[in-house]
């Protein structure tokens, strides 16, 4: 299958050394509801919103130590 055809996915995550691993996160309703309002005004996937969002208290946690 040829890639010229294909369209550009700029929201597609880099590769990881080991691959990744499923992971289930259960939220409160009114958090899935926040999360599923930003999905549909950007278009970004649900998986890609949660994962920003562990990104980003992942990468606070490590500047408080």
Known sequence: MSTNNSPVNPTRSEKLDGGRVRCVVYLSKEEAAQIEAERKKTGVSQSG?????????KNNIQQEV
């Open 49 to 57: 919103i949660i994962a920003r969002y562990y990104a980003l208290g």
